[in-house]
């Protein structure tokens, strides 16, 4: 991180009692909280590039548009976990990385960019799924390589937007602070303007999820209504051999749309608690310092957790990659030619 050559230092304090904490016990607190978050960072790193290599693989013949947004939406993800949260981690642990003014307003750019592009990538992967299912002649004729790049510059346009305007301090601004840990935020702009924080919020992250989870909402029940007498059929050697594969492909759809949904739903719940927090109640941070840092994590989980989510329920990604384990293994234990 670069930093200001006139930081201010600061002491950490119990905002109950107006008496500091104790600098072992804050300390303490502090190495627990960074611990658990560098495990949980290596963790959906590592299931993540797990992921990655799964869809890859699985679509080495030809990849579908489906596929190419899954990539897209994890690779983002990849540089958040592995990049971009490390940053707000070594800058709460070690006070020599602390974010300074030129750093700060760099990483909140990047962060929210990629954070932004995410969720709309979500999104497009939600409205690709409704067509799927329920428009699949539509889905043909529309749905390919162009439209999937059309679709992803969008993705990234949206949010660049709002991204320039906060940059410029017109309408909000990012600043660090250092109490009682060092971190980088997003205040009103000089002028007392605030509101493209709102855009900020409502643009990269209240639209996309929204209209993510009305798409899977729509697909789910949808597909109940529609497909749901089917599973009544107890065997489905009854059905001709068109029909067992139209089942097996409307199978194949909705359970990936259940995958994406668990998904969109999980980042959902670890996204409230931190905004709650700051939009209703925000003096609990200053009443709680430590409870920032668990919020944080929380959030932090809602994209940590997606490629787990990916590995428990797609059974096509997970065999995927125990086969290809598998056949690695059997190379490398093949006796080398003398």
């Known amino acids: 991180m670069a930093n200001d050559s006139n930081q201010p230092t600061f002491d950490t304090w119990d905002n109950r009692t107006g008496s500091p904490i104790p600098k072992s016990v804050a300390d303490t607190h502090l190495t627990v909280w960074f611990a658990v978050n560098f495990i949980l960072m290596l963790v959906s790193v590592t299931f993540l590039i797990l992921a990655i290599y799964a869809v890859v693989k699985a679509g080495q013949n030809r990849i579908s548009a489906s596929q190419i947004l899954i990539l897209h939406f994890l690779s983002a993800e990849l540089a958040i976990c592995s990049g971009l949260y490390p940053a707000i981690q070594f800058t709460y642990y070690l006070p020599k990385f602390r974010f300074g003014t030129y750093s700060c307003d760099i990483f909140q750019f990047f962060y929210m960019w990629i954070a932004g592009a995410e969720q709309w990538t979500m999104l497009n992967l939600s409205i690709n799924r409704l067509m799927a299912v329920h428009f699949p002649h539509s889905y043909s004729r529309y749905v390919n390589t162009k439209s999937v790049l059309v679709t992803l510059a969008f993705a990234w346009i949206v949010p660049l937007i709002v991204m320039i305007m906060l940059a410029a301090k017109f309408g909000g601004q990012s600043m660090p602070v250092y109490i009682p840990w060092g971190t980088c935020v997003v205040r009103p702009s000089p002028s007392g303007q605030s509101w493209v924080l709102q855009a900020v919020n409502f643009l990269c992250m209240v639209i996309p999820l929204s209209g993510t989870l009305l798409c899977y909402a729509i697909i789910l029940l949808g ?37 994406l949904f668990v998904s969109a739903f999980w980042y959902l719940l670890c996204y409230l608690p931190h905004t709650m927090i700051v939009s209703l109640a925000p003096f609990l941070y200053a009443v709680y310092p430590h409870l920032g840092l668990w919020t944080r994590t929380v959030y932090f989980m809602g994209f940590a957790g997606n490629p787990v989510i990916f590995f428990i329920m797609s059974a096509e990604y997970r065999t995927k990659l125990v086969s290809l384990i598998h056949a690695r293994r059997a190379v490398l234990s093949r006796p080398t030619s003398q």
């Open 223 to 259: 597909s109940w209504k529609k497909y749901g007498i089917r599973r009544t059929v107890p065997d489905d050697s009854v059905l001709t051999p068109a029909q067992q594969s139209d089942l097996q492909r409307q199978r194949k759809k909705l359970s990936m749309a259940r995958m």
